[in-house]
C-alpha cells in the first residue's frame, strides 16, 4: 500500500498508538532489518509440508521438510488438491528428503501433499500445501549451450535462451522447462499456461542431484520492468527452484496478472519496486497465488503485493527486510455471493520498514450478493517490522452482509515498533486469537479496534508480556474482547484495558504490572509478583529500555535487576549478563542485537531464559480456574484450558474444540430485560452437555440466576427469567459444554451482559 505519511517521534507514535482510535498506519522509524540467516522455523511437527517440487517425463522429485523425533510422514497423490487426502497414500514412514516418484502419466496434472501423525498412531493429518505437477518430457535450457544446435529436447541440444524454451512450452499449452544453474539477464520472461519452470540443476540435469537451496539458478535485473511476468490468464503454471534478483535496478521480481501461478523455492530479492506483485482486473473468477517456501526480500517497497479477488496461501516463506510492507494484501476482495481466503502457515515476516503482514478486507464492487472472507494465519513470526507486526483491517463497513471468519493461531509477534498483532474489526465478522505469544512490542501485545459493528473477540491461551503499551487492548469502537487463559506478564501500562465496552478476563495469571484489568470484569485470576515461582520458567523482572550504546542500557528502573542476572533484550532469546549497575544504567556483556530503544529488557533467575509456562509445582494458579460445583478446576494460564499449549506454535494434531463464534444481540448493543441471548458456536452443540451448572448466568455477588437454556444445532439460546433481566449481570460457560461430534469447549469464558 502507497502512502503518504507526515513524519513524528516514536515517543508521539507510541503516546498516539496507546491512547485508542480506529485503524490505519504512521509513520515507521527505522529502515529495513537485515534479516536472521535461520528459517523462518526449524522443520518439526508443527512446520512440515512440500517445499519444491520437478516433473519429468514419467517422474517427479519432491523436497520435504520433514517432522521431527516421534512422527513420521506420507505422501498423498491424486488428480484433484480437494480430494488428494481421501486417497490411499503413495509412500509411507517418509524419514528423508527428497522424494522421487517415477512411474507417472504424462500430460495429467498430479498433485501431492504430504501428511504426518505421531508415532504409534494411526490418524494422518495433512500438513503444508498440496502442490501441482505436470508429468512430460522436460525442454532443456543451459546458458552454455550451442545456440546453433538448440531444439531443447536433450542436454546437448538445451536452448541457451530461456525466453525461446518458455514460447515452446507455451505453444504446447504447457510443459517443463528445466535450467541448468547459471545466469540469466535477458528477460523479462513470461510464463504461459501450464507452464512448471523449474531450476536447480547442475549438467546432467538429473532429478535426483537437483539442488533448490543453493540458489544458483539465477534470473537476474536487466533493462527491464520486470524479470517473470505472467499476463493474461495464464493458469496453473508453477516457478519453482530460482534465485530473482533485479539488482536494484528492475521494478518488479515477479508480476502477474489475471492468472493462477504457485511459487516454490524461489528467493526473489532486491527490486526497485515490489519482489512479487499480483492483480486482477477481471472480477471473476477468482485468481489462485500459492507462495511456499521462497525468501521475498530487501525489496524497495512490499515484499509482495496483491491486489483483487486472489485465495492467497502462504506456507514455510520468509517475507523480510522490505522497504514498505512484507506483504501487502491490498483490497482482498471477497466477490458479490462468494468467498475470498488468506492463509499463511509457517510464515515469517521480519524487519520490514511498515507492517510484516497488512492485509485490507474489501467487498466487491457494486455487490448484489454478499460475500465472504476467510483468513488464517498460523505458526508464522511477524517480528521487528516498523508499524504492526500484524494488521487484518476490514474495510467492507459500508457493505452490508459481507462478513470475515478472522483466526491466527500459535503465531508470534515480537519487538514490533507499534502493536504486535491488530485487528482493526470494523466490519461483521469472528475472531479467534488462540495460544499467541505477543512480546516486547512499542505498543500494545495485541490490539483490536473497531467503528461500526457490534461483536466479540476471543483471545486465549496467549503469553502478553514486556509490551510498552498493555499486554491486550480493545481501542475506541465496539468490539467486546474477551481473554481466558492468557498470561500477562510485565506491560508497562497494563494488562487488558477497554476503551469503549467492558471486557473481561477468566482463568488468567498476571505477573509484574500495574494492573490486571482497565474497564474489564474478571473471575478467576491469579495476580501475582514476577519473582513468585508460578511458571517453571519466566522473566522474574521488566524494565523500560530508553536508550542504549553499545552494551550500556538505560532503563526507567534498576528494580528486579541485579549483577549476575541473566537478561534478554526484546525477546530475541540471547542470553546477556549484568555485569555492572550504574544509577539508571545496565552494563551487559555485550550489546544487544537489532535493538531499538524505547524496548523491552526481561530479566531470569537461570541461565536458560527459553520460557517454560507451566506451571510450577507448588504454583498458586493450579487448579485455580472457574469450575462448575463438584468438578476439578482447571489450571489458570494458557496451559489450562483443553486447547492450551506453548503460546507461539500450534501442532497440526492438536485437538478440535468448540469455539464461540458470535452472540445475539452482541454484548456491546445490550439486552432488554425480555431478550432472549443467542450464542453461536462453530459447530452442533450436544444438548447432554448444555447443564444449567456448565452456562451460568451470575449477578455480581455470585448469585445464579435461572435462565431456560434451549440448544438447536449450533446455537445456544438463554431466555431470561420471569422477572426479566436485571443489571449487572455476567455469563459464565464453563468445561462440560462440549459440541455434537464429543469436541469440548476450548476454553470456558466470562461474558459481561449490558442490560438496558
Same mark, same amino acid.
Given at each position: 500500500?502507497?502512502?503518504?505519511?507526515?513524519?513524528?517521534?516514536?515517543?508521539?507514535?507510541?503516546?498516539?498508538?496507546?491512547?485508542? $482510535?480506529?485503524?490505519?498506519?504512521?509513520?515507521?522509524?527505522?529502515?529495513?532489518?537485515?534479516?536472521?540467516?535461520?528459517?523462518?522455523?526449524?522443520?518439526?511437527?508443527?512446520?512440515?509440508?512440500?517445499?519444491?517440487?520437478?516433473?519429468?517425463?514419467?517422474?517427479?522429485?519432491?523436497?520435504?521438510?520433514?517432522?521431527?523425533?516421534?512422527?513420521?510422514?506420507?505422501?498423498?497423490? $491424486?488428480?484433484?488438491?480437494?480430494?488428494?487426502?481421501?486417497?490411499?497414500?503413495?509412500?509411507?514412514?517418509?524419514?528423508?528428503?527428497?522424494?522421487?516418484?517415477?512411474?507417472?502419466?504424462?500430460?495429467?496434472?498430479?498433485?501431492?501433499?504430504?501428511?504426518?501423525?505421531?508415532?504409534?498412531?494411526?490418524?494422518?493429518?495433512?500438513?503444508?500445501?498440496?502442490?501441482?505437477?505436470?508429468?512430460?518430457?522436460?525442454?532443456?535450457?543451459?546458458?552454455?549451450?550451442?545456440?546453433?544446435?538448440?531444439?531443447?529436447?536433450?542436454?546437448?541440444?538445451?536452448?541457451?535462451?530461456?525466453?525461446?524454451?518458455? !514460447?515452446?512450452? $507455451?505453444?504446447?499449452?504447457?510443459?517443463?522447462?528445466?535450467?541448468?544453474?547459471?545466469?540469466?539477464?535477458?528477460?523479462?520472461?513470461?510464463?504461459?499456461?501450464?507452464?512448471? !519452470?523449474?531450476?536447480?540443476?547442475?549438467?546432467?540435469?538429473?532429478?535426483?542431484?537437483?539442488?533448490?537451496?543453493?540458489?544458483?539458478?539465477?534470473?537476474?535485473?536487466?533493462?527491464?520492468?520486470? *524479470?517473470?511476468?505472467?499476463?493474461?490468464?495464464?493458469?496453473?503454471?508453477?516457478?519453482?527452484?530460482?534465485?530473482?534478483?533485479?539488482?536494484?535496478?528492475?521494478?518488479?521480481? *515477479?508480476?502477474?496478472?489475471?492468472?493462477?501461478?504457485?511459487?516454490?523455492?524461489?528467493?526473489?530479492?532486491?527490486?526497485?519496486?515490489?519482489?512479487?506483485?499480483?492483480?486482477?482486473?477481471?472480477?471473476?473468477?477468482?485468481?489462485?497465488?500459492?507462495?511456499?517456501?521462497?525468501?521475498?526480500?530487501?525489496?524497495?517497497?512490499?515484499?509482495?503485493?496483491?491486489?483483487?479477488? *486472489?485465495?492467497?496461501?502462504?506456507?514455510?516463506?520468509?517475507?523480510?527486510?522490505?522497504?514498505?510492507?512484507?506483504?501487502?494484501?491490498?483490497?482482498?476482495?471477497?466477490?458479490?455471493?462468494?468467498?475470498?481466503?488468506?492463509?499463511?502457515?509457517?510464515?515469517?515476516?521480519?524487519?520490514?520498514?511498515?507492517?510484516?503482514?497488512?492485509?485490507?478486507?474489501?467487498?466487491?464492487?457494486?455487490?448484489?450478493?454478499?460475500?465472504?472472507?476467510?483468513?488464517?494465519?498460523?505458526?508464522?513470526?511477524?517480528?521487528?517490522?516498523?508499524?504492526?507486526?500484524?494488521?487484518?483491517?476490514?474495510?467492507?463497513?459500508?457493505?452490508?452482509?459481507?462478513?470475515?471468519? *478472522?483466526?491466527?493461531?500459535?503465531?508470534?509477534?515480537?519487538?514490533?515498533?507499534?502493536?504486535?498483532?491488530?485487528?482493526?474489526?470494523?466490519?461483521?465478522?469472528?475472531?479467534?486469537?488462540?495460544?499467541?505469544?505477543?512480546?516486547?512490542?512499542?505498543?500494545?501485545?495485541?490490539?483490536?479496534?473497531?467503528?461500526?459493528?457490534?461483536?466479540?473477540?476471543?483471545?486465549?491461551?496467549?503469553?502478553?508480556?514486556?509490551?510498552?503499551?498493555?499486554?491486550?487492548?480493545?481501542?475506541?469502537?465496539?468490539?467486546?474482547?474477551?481473554?481466558?487463559?492468557?498470561?500477562?506478564?510485565?506491560?508497562?501500562?497494563?494488562?487488558?484495558?477497554?476503551?469503549?465496552?467492558?471486557?473481561?478476563?477468566?482463568?488468567?495469571?498476571?505477573?509484574?504490572?500495574?494492573?490486571?484489568?482497565?474497564?474489564?470484569?474478571?473471575?478467576?485470576?491469579?495476580?501475582?509478583?514476577?519473582?513468585?515461582?508460578?511458571?517453571?520458567?519466566?522473566?522474574?523482572?521488566?524494565?523500560?529500555?530508553?536508550?542504549?550504546?553499545?552494551?550500556?542500557?538505560?532503563?526507567?528502573?534498576?528494580?528486579?535487576?541485579?549483577?549476575?542476572?541473566?537478561?534478554?533484550?526484546?525477546?530475541?532469546?540471547?542470553?546477556?549478563?549484568?555485569?555492572?549497575?550504574?544509577?539508571?544504567?545496565?552494563?551487559?556483556?555485550?550489546?544487544?542485537?537489532?535493538?531499538?530503544?524505547?524496548?523491552?529488557?526481561?530479566?531470569?533467575?537461570?541461565?536458560?531464559?527459553?520460557?517454560?509456562?507451566?506451571?510450577?509445582?507448588?504454583?498458586?494458579?493450579?487448579?485455580?480456574?472457574?469450575?462448575?460445583?463438584?468438578?476439578?478446576?482447571?489450571?489458570? $494460564?494458557?496451559?489450562?484450558?483443553?486447547?492450551?499449549?506453548?503460546?507461539?506454535?500450534?501442532?497440526?494434531?492438536?485437538?478440535?474444540?468448540?469455539?464461540?463464534?458470535?452472540?445475539?444481540?452482541?454484548?456491546?448493543?445490550?439486552?432488554?430485560?425480555?431478550?432472549?441471548?443467542?450464542?453461536?458456536?462453530?459447530?452442533?452443540?450436544?444438548?447432554?452437555?448444555?447443564?444449567?451448572?456448565?452456562?451460568?448466568?451470575?449477578?455480581?455477588?455470585?448469585?445464579?440466576?435461572?435462565?431456560?437454556?434451549?440448544?438447536?444445532?449450533?446455537?445456544?439460546?438463554?431466555?431470561?427469567?420471569?422477572?426479566?433481566?436485571?443489571?449487572?449481570?455476567?455469563?459464565?460457560?464453563?468445561?462440560?459444554?462440549?459440541?455434537?461430534?464429543?469436541?469440548?469447549?476450548?476454553?470456558?469464558?466470562?461474558?459481561?451482559?449490558?442490560?438496558?
Amino acid at each position: 500500500m502507497m502512502r503518504s505519511l507526515p513524519t513524528l517521534s516514536l515517543f508521539v507514535l507510541i503516546a498516539t498508538a496507546c491512547s485508542g $482510535g480506529g485503524g490505519g498506519s504512521s509513520t515507521p522509524t527505522t529502515g529495513p532489518i537485515r534479516p536472521p540467516t535461520t528459517p523462518p522455523v526449524a522443520p518439526s511437527a508443527q512446520q512440515s509440508g512440500i517445499r519444491a517440487a520437478a516433473a519429468g517425463s514419467g517422474e517427479v522429485r519432491l523436497d520435504i521438510a520433514l517432522p521431527g523425533t516421534g512422527f513420521e510422514a506420507a505422501l498423498f497423490q $491424486g488428480t484433484s488438491p480437494t480430494s488428494i487426502y481421501g486417497t490411499t497414500p503413495v509412500v509411507t514412514g517418509i524419514l528423508t528428503s527428497p522424494v522421487l516418484l517415477t512411474g507417472l502419466t504424462d500430460g495429467i496434472d498430479t498433485f501431492f501433499g504430504l501428511a504426518i501423525r505421531a508415532t504409534g498412531t494411526t490418524a494422518w493429518t495433512p500438513v503444508g500445501t498440496v502442490v501441482r505437477t505436470r508429468p512430460a518430457a522436460p525442454i532443456y535450457v543451459d546458458a552454455t549451450a550451442n545456440p546453433n544446435t538448440a531444439n531443447g529436447t536433450s542436454p546437448a541440444t538445451a536452448f541457451p535462451n530461456l525466453q525461446d524454451a518458455l !514460447l515452446v512450452a $507455451g505453444s504446447l499449452n504447457g510443459g517443463n522447462v528445466w535450467v541448468r544453474d547459471g545466469e540469466y539477464a535477458n528477460g523479462p520472461y513470461s510464463l504461459g499456461a501450464n507452464v512448471h !519452470l523449474a531450476g536447480g540443476f547442475d549438467g546432467t540435469f538429473a532429478l535426483a542431484t537437483r539442488d533448490v537451496a543453493a540458489g544458483a539458478t539465477q534470473l537476474v535485473g536487466s533493462a527491464t520492468l520486470q *524479470i517473470v511476468e505472467v499476463i493474461g490468464g495464464g493458469s496453473d503454471g508453477t516457478i519453482d527452484g530460482l534465485l530473482i534478483d533485479g539488482r536494484n535496478t528492475v521494478t518488479e521480481g *515477479i508480476d502477474i496478472t489475471d492468472s493462477d501461478v504457485e511459487l516454490r523455492a524461489l528467493i526473489v530479492r532486491r527490486c526497485t519496486d515490489r519482489g512479487v506483485r499480483a492483480k486482477v482486473t477481471v472480477p471473476t473468477p477468482n485468481r489462485h497465488l500459492q507462495v511456499v517456501a521462497c525468501t521475498i526480500t530487501e525489496n524497495g517497497s512490499d515484499g509482495l503485493s496483491s491486489a483483487g479477488p *486472489i485465495d492467497l496461501r502462504f506456507d514455510l516463506s520468509q517475507f523480510d527486510a522490505n522497504g514498505q510492507e512484507g506483504a501487502d494484501i491490498d483490497n482482498l476482495e471477497a466477490p458479490s455471493g462468494g468467498e475470498v481466503s488468506l492463509v499463511a502457515t509457517g510464515c515469517r515476516f521480519f524487519g520490514n520498514v511498515f507492517e510484516g503482514l497488512d492485509a485490507d478486507l474489501a467487498a466487491a464492487p457494486l455487490a448484489t450478493t454478499p460475500g465472504t472472507f476467510h483468513v488464517l494465519l498460523e505458526n508464522c513470526a511477524f517480528e521487528q517490522n516498523g508499524l504492526d507486526g500484524l494488521l487484518l483491517d476490514q474495510e467492507h463497513e459500508f457493505a452490508p452482509g459481507f462478513a470475515a471468519t *478472522i483466526a491466527v493461531r500459535g503465531c508470534i509477534a515480537r519487538a514490533n515498533r507499534l502493536a504486535g498483532v491488530h485487528i482493526d474489526a470494523d466490519a461483521e465478522g469472528t475472531y479467534r486469537l488462540e495460544r499467541l505469544r505477543c512480546t516486547a512490542n512499542a505498543t500494545d501485545g495485541v490490539l483490536v479496534t473497531s467503528e461500526t459493528n457490534a461483536g466479540e473477540v476471543v483471545l486465549t491461551a496467549s503469553w502478553l508480556a514486556g509490551n510498552l503499551g498493555y499486554g491486550a487492548r480493545a481501542g475506541t469502537g465496539n468490539k467486546t474482547l474477551l481473554a481466558s487463559h492468557c498470561g500477562f506478564a510485565g506491560n508497562q501500562l497494563g494488562g487488558l484495558r477497554s476503551e469503549n465496552v467492558t471486557a473481561s478476563a477468566v482463568d488468567c495469571i498476571a505477573l509484574g504490572q500495574a494492573s490486571l484489568l482497565t474497564s474489564a470484569i474478571g473471575a478467576a485470576n491469579v495476580v501475582a509478583a514476577a519473582t513468585e515461582d508460578v511458571f517453571v520458567r519466566a522473566p522474574r523482572a521488566f524494565a523500560l529500555a530508553s536508550a542504549h550504546s553499545q552494551g550500556s542500557v538505560t532503563v526507567a528502573s534498576v528494580t528486579g535487576f541485579a549483577l549476575g542476572n541473566n537478561v534478554v533484550a526484546a525477546d530475541d532469546g540471547r542470553r546477556l549478563v549484568v555485569n555492572q549497575i550504574t544509577g539508571s544504567t545496565l552494563v551487559l556483556d555485550r550489546a544487544p542485537q537489532a535493538f531499538t530503544a524505547p524496548g523491552s529488557l526481561a530479566a531470569y533467575a537461570t541461565s536458560n531464559v527459553t520460557d517454560d509456562l507451566r506451571l510450577a509445582t507448588a504454583s498458586p494458579a493450579i487448579a485455580a480456574g472457574i469450575t462448575p460445583p463438584g468438578t476439578t478446576a482447571p489450571d489458570c $494460564g494458557p496451559f489450562g484450558p483443553s486447547a492450551g499449549g506453548a503460546p507461539g506454535h500450534i501442532e497440526p494434531t492438536a485437538i478440535t474444540t468448540l469455539q464461540l463464534l458470535s452472540i445475539e444481540p452482541p454484548l456491546a448493543t445490550g439486552l432488554t430485560p425480555t431478550t432472549a441471548l443467542v450464542l453461536t458456536f462453530d459447530r452442533d452443540i450436544d444438548p447432554a452437555s448444555a447443564l444449567p451448572d456448565r452456562i451460568q448466568v451470575l449477578r455480581n455477588n455470585g448469585i445464579t440466576i435461572a435462565a431456560g437454556i434451549q440448544v438447536s444445532g449450533r446455537t445456544l439460546t438463554l431466555a431470561p427469567p420471569a422477572t426479566g433481566w436485571t443489571a449487572p449481570l455476567r455469563l459464565q460457560l464453563h468445561a462440560g459444554l462440549a459440541a455434537q461430534d464429543g469436541s469440548p469447549l476450548g476454553a470456558p469464558l466470562l461474558l459481561p451482559l449490558r442490560i438496558l
